[in-house]
């Protein structure tokens, strides 16, 4: 029994201690509780403002609103933007409109990061004591980035220079390759949306190192297998019984070191080799004769070409440039027909068959007058145009001189009648034209005479006067053009031989602005005195060209002729 109340005794104190405990551990509870209620409630009450003292580059947005810190963002950043922004990479920069990269502010996010429900306790500190300046939140278009750094890439990279390897002056000249800089696009792009807001410009653009295709192991295996031996002596170039030597400078000066697959080749040019070949040795080449379309029997008639020899050219380059690799120094070849450079099937290909034009004009009783026609007519006779080329009647005839049958004979010249060597070659000049008038001929140059002659057709004549007056037409056609001229039965003719291509018709307006003749003094020496009498008059002449049924286009051509005056010879009374 005693033993019992002892043990009751023990008993009651440590019941109390527990319960104490108990009720403090409720009150700890009770008040962690409390805290965090309050600490939830405080990051609840806060979460739609920024914190106090917060800045975004300078703009304050400290204890506004989400929506308000967003607005003010936007007026004082939305134009950012449009700022040239200075990209560099290396010691290159260039300036690009931030938009058009798709760079912008995100006010949103920069706020958001600001702002909002968070239980983190540096959220609520920067409440209580303010943020500081924080940097924004970049907006940014990837692709548009992308796309806007590969554009600058001639702009910022430095490509690398190649090794080389040329020759000049008898001497070959090497040029080092070097590395050249790079843009690393894919961590541009990061760079730039990290950086572009917050670091001073330039943004400084991650590079990377371009290397030469040609780098210098290259150069120094071409250096000592094709520089050393190609430069160590003449190559002789052995064609039959003609043994001709090639010597360094002449080698050089068709020799090409190229890239091929990252080294360098040698590469001669066959046709500069065979060209100085011939020039030193000129019994190894003979010329071609070129086909001829001449008039025989009335008609048009392919004299047939005559090929020629040369050395051949590829067999040449191939041995001369494995003897000029080689220590052997020579090279045989042989010789091959050359085509001449207009062959009969080019002739033929011309299809020049059928007469597609002929005009004439008749002659005056000048005997002199005629013996220039004649002679004229022969020269130009047998001319083949091909197509797209302009015959030029000044060139066709050559230089108009006694010694080639030309005499003196009646010009008109700034208006009086004179004389002149070659006089009356402008009735060869207008028959001409005529017939490339009616064939179709684009009409390139020409100049009617200054007045009037009944022997030509009105406004649709032209003279001539080496070397300023010419008469030019180009052939138009794609058939080539063969001129007959010829004087006959008191008349100028002129004929085209081709193939028909154009359908033409032609108008002549009425005379208009008719003017009276006058009295006029010429105090040449050699004045021919004129009675007059033929009006001026002006006149316009039209053509249209068909093809295929079908108008090509229409022309016309305006000229007015001064009347005849009467011309006395000396000064005016």
């Not at 400078?249 to 068709?254: G, R, T, V």
């Not at 040698?266 to 003979?286: F, G, H, Q």
């Not at 004087?487 to 108008?507: A, L, P």
């Not at 009425?510 to 105090?523: C, F, K, L, S, W």
Request: proline fraction near 6%; glycine fraction near 8%; hydrophobic fraction near 40%.
């Amino acid at each position: 029994m005693d033993d019992d109340v002892a043990a009751l005794e023990q008993f009651e104190p440590e019941s109390e201690k527990r319960g104490a405990g108990a009720r403090v551990a409720i009150w700890l509870t009770a008040v962690a509780a409390v805290l965090a209620l309050a600490y939830v409630g405080a990051a609840w009450y806060l979460q739609d403002k920024v914190p106090n003292n917060t800045s975004v580059l300078g703009v304050g947005i400290g204890g506004l609103s989400v929506p308000a810190a967003q607005e003010r963002l936007e007026e004082e950043l939305g134009g950012l933007d449009s700022d040239p922004l200075q990209l560099a990479l290396g010691n290159r920069t260039a300036t690009i409109d931030p938009s058009s990269a798709g760079l912008g502010v995100d006010t949103e996010a920069t706020v958001a990061s600001l702002a909002g429900f968070s239980l983190d306790p540096r959220i609520l500190w920067a409440h209580l004591v303010g943020s500081g300046d924080m940097d924004p939140v970049s907006a940014v278009d990837e692709q548009s980035l992308r796309d806007l750094l590969e554009s600058l890439r001639p702009e910022l990279e430095v490509q690398p220079v190649e090794g080389e390897i040329a020759f000049a002056d008898g001497a070959a000249q090497v040029t080092d390759p070097a590395d050249g800089v790079g843009l690393d696009v894919d961590r541009a792009v990061p760079t730039i949306v990290e950086t572009w807001l917050i670091e001073p410009e330039p943004v400084e653009l991650p590079e990377v190192t371009l290397e030469p295709v040609i780098g210098q192991d290259a150069i120094d295996d071409a250096v000592r297998e094709i520089v050393e031996p190609l430069t160590s002596g003449p190559v002789t170039v052995t064609v039959g019984d003609t043994n001709t030597p090639l010597e360094v400078e002449d080698l050089l000066a068709a020799a090409v070191v190229e890239p091929v697959d990252g080294t360098l080749e040698l590469r001669l040019d066959a046709d500069a080799l065979r060209d100085r070949l011939v020039e030193l040795e000129p019994s190894l080449a003979a010329d071609g004769t070129d086909a001829r379309i001449v008039i025989q029997n009335g008609a048009p008639a392919v004299i047939p070409s005559q090929p020629g020899t040369e050395v051949d050219a590829e067999e040449l380059g191939t041995a001369v440039t494995a003897a000029a690799l080689s220590a052997t120094r020579s090279a045989t070849v042989g010789r091959i027909e050359a085509a001449a450079d207009f062959t009969t099937e080019d002739a033929k290909a011309l299809k020049v068959t059928e007469v597609v034009s002929e005009f004439s004009t008749p002659l005056t009783s000048d005997n002199v007058r005629t013996q220039n026609l004649i002679n004229g007519t022969g020269i130009i006779t047998n001319t083949l145009v091909k197509p797209d080329e302009v015959f030029s009647l000044i060139e066709a005839l050559g230089p108009v001189t006694e010694a080639r049958g030309f005499v003196s004979s009646g010009v008109v010249e700034n208006g009086f009648y004179t004389k002149a060597l070659g006089g009356g070659l402008s009735q060869l000049s207008t028959t001409t034209y005529n017939a490339a008038y009616f064939a179709g001929m684009d009409l390139v140059e020409h100049k009617p005479h200054s007045r009037y002659f009944s022997r030509y057709p009105e406004g649709r004549e032209a003279t001539m006067w080496a070397p300023t007056v010419d008469m030019k037409f180009r052939n138009s056609t794609p058939y080539g053009v063969l001129v007959q001229s010829w004087v006959e039965g008191g008349r100028v003719w002129v004929r085209f031989w081709s193939t028909s291509h154009f359908d033409v018709e032609t108008d002549t307006s009425g005379r208009y602005n008719i003017t009276q003749p006058q009295t006029v003094y010429n105090t040449d020496p050699e004045c021919l005195p004129e009675s007059g009498g033929q009006v001026g008059f002006t006149v316009t002449v039209t053509r249209w060209r068909y093809l295929e049924g079908a108008l090509h286009d229409k022309e016309s051509w305006t000229w007015t002729y001064a009347p005849w005056n009467n011309v006395v010879c000396g000064e005016a009374p």
